[in-house]
């Protein structure tokens, strides 16, 4: 067994190559891009949100309620006849992307945190580097990939969306993992 403090340095390290990677993917290779899309009169359907005094939140149209209203003849007919989605309302106002991103890192250190746990129990000090990577970047890859699985399942956001996420994730596992393997306690 290997102890957290023993693996500051990888949980580290691999927090900062990850957010530096995913800083690269969304700028500078730019495939995620295409994930969402512009709203057809985006300016009429914004009037009508403001209007209607939607606060931030998310909201699921048509509503049902429960199990009953959602067989109500009456929202049945709400359905076939659409639109039926879900969309999340953010605060008015400028994106304030440096709450994003520090909110970003502190997920990215969550995780190495959950894998030097995970990997730490499994194994001990002197593992090879191919088995802790193999733990590590298995881990890393559930938290970082699979995550974004059931946004494709349940809120019909696009399988292609969902694909790039994995590969995203994947990216970020195997810096994780490199990381993990490379300075595991001898």
């Given at each position: ?53 939607v606060p931030p939140g998310t909201y699921h149209f048509p509503h049902g309620g429960d199990y009953k209203g959602m067989s109500d003849p009456a929202f049945q007919e709400k359905l076939k006849q659409g ?104």
């Amino acid at each position: 067994m290997v102890s957290l403090t023993e693996l500051w340095l990888p949980i580290l390290l691999s927090t900062v190559a990850v957010f530096v990677a995913s800083s690269l993917i969304h700028t500078v290779l730019g495939y995620h891009n295409s994930d969402y899309r512009k709203m057809p009169e985006q300016d009429k359907v914004c009037e009508a949100i403001r209007a209607a005094g939607v606060p931030p939140g998310t909201y699921h149209f048509p509503h049902g309620g429960d199990y009953k209203g959602m067989s109500d003849p009456a929202f049945q007919e709400k359905l076939k006849q659409g639109p039926v989605g879900i969309a999340t309302i953010m605060p008015s106002g400028p994106v304030n992307m440096g709450k994003y991103l520090v909110c970003w890192f502190l997920y990215c250190l969550a995780v190495g945190v959950f894998v030097a746990y995970v990997t730490g129990r499994a194994l001990g000090p002197g593992t090879a580097s191919l088995a802790v990577f193999r733990i590590a970047g298995t881990v890393a890859f559930m938290a970082y990939a699979m995550a974004h699985t059931h946004n494709s399942i349940w809120k019909g956001e696009p399988w292609g969306t969902t694909f790039k996420f994995y590969f995203d994730g994947l990216v970020y596992a195997l810096l994780t993992a490199g990381f993990f393997g490379w300075l595991w306690p001898r």
